[in-house]
């Protein structure tokens, strides 16, 4: 596992990790995503949505993971928002239902979701995937 933090000030950062695309490392995230949004000075229901739509990413995306791969989790925040980034590497093309009800909810509790499937990559055996969404702070309903 490797982490890095990047930023310029306390109103904008980065914080990202790698971890091995398994179930057991969502405790993990889970965490990391909790910690880094209260630094953030999100409230207890902001942190919650943050919380659960990186679960529902990252779960859709360990299920689909290609043998041996990981996820790389990268959590932005400044004065207002945050934007979390997950990337993976899929062993299908179709790793995440964007007409399911798990993306619905990701839909509900985000400001955005946006997902991008690139082509088979041969040398690293799959698809890669990326999962960006972000929680702007003090729009408790979601939006």
Do not use: K
């Not at 990268?74 to 934007?83: E, I, P, R, S």
Request: include cysteine; hydrophobic fraction near 45%.
């Amino acid at each position: 596992m490797s982490e890095w933090v990047t930023g310029t000030s306390l109103q904008a950062s980065t914080v990202g990790v790698r971890v091995p695309a398994e179930l057991g490392q969502l405790t993990m995230l889970r965490a990391l995503a909790e910690t880094v949004a209260l630094i953030g000075d999100f409230a207890l229901d902001e942190v919650t949505d943050i919380r659960v739509a990186l679960d529902e990413i990252a779960t859709a995306l360990i299920a689909e993971a290609a043998p041996g791969s990981s996820l790389e989790c990268d959590f932005g925040f400044d004065d207002g928002a945050m934007t979390v980034r997950v990337t993976g590497l899929a062993a299908v093309e179709d790793a995440l239902d964007e007409h399911g009800f798990g993306w619905h909810v990701l839909r509900t509790i985000t400001e955005s979701v946006a997902a991008r499937t690139d082509s088979f990559d041969p040398e690293r055996n799959g698809y890669p995937v990326t999962v960006e969404f972000s929680r702007v702070r003090g729009e408790a309903d979601g939006g």
